[in-house]
């Protein structure tokens, strides 16, 4: 699975931007910069609300950004990873069920992963991949303020 | 009672007038129950791609409740005539 989702994400990466990503961030693959949040007080689990408000980018996945737990919660932290955001909250739902069945309920969205941008549910996996195929994820971002390394590693074409 | 793939897409057809259904079992691997459907429909026109994950979601909520993962593409027909030229 991860190595069918690599190998995705690379023709997507090159298809989209003309150049390959994977040399690039081949080196930073230990180095998830994203901060991880164990979420055990009740407090958090009662007001999803206000916890996917805490940060610009907010996570719900399977494992933590550095061990990923799950293929699609995988995915997740590669996309985010290949437009360069590595600070975001990322919350570990196999740690609290009752967060995992929170988000899902608040989102009214079935599966984990979740991304949220400014408090707004964005997607899952699925909608975050074709979201980076068609290039509406720089423009996301952009809006978040967040400008994304793809980029500039754009090859300048005009 | 077992999701077979026959029933995602003949309720996907019928609840959601999709006109082409690809659903593929992807259960092989580590998850106990996993689904990959492409799903093009004229209903999909218009619609930004979370509206129209979350068609499919509602249209699907009792299986997935069974399903452990599940991924979907969701097409109109123009879309998914451009994507069969390439």
Known sequence: MNNMLNSVLRQTARSVRGISLTQRHSGRLGA??????????SEVLKNVEQIVKKDKVVVFMKGTPA?????????????????????????????????RQGVKTFSNWPTIPQVFFNGEFVGGCDILLQMHQSGDLVEELDKLGIRSALLDTQTPSK | MAVTTDHIREKLSAEIGAIHVEVEDTSSSRCALSFKVLVVSPQFEGKPLLQRHRMVNTCLATELKEIHAFEQKTLTPEQWEKQKQQ
């Open chain 1, 32 to 41: 998830a910069g994203a901060r991880w949040m164990c979420s055990s007080s």
């Open chain 1, 67 to 99: 061990q990923p737990m799950c293929g699609f919660s995988n995915a997740v932290v590669q996309i985010l990873r290949m437009h360069g955001v590595e600070k975001y909250t990322a919350y570990n739902v196999l740690e609290n069920q009752e967060l």
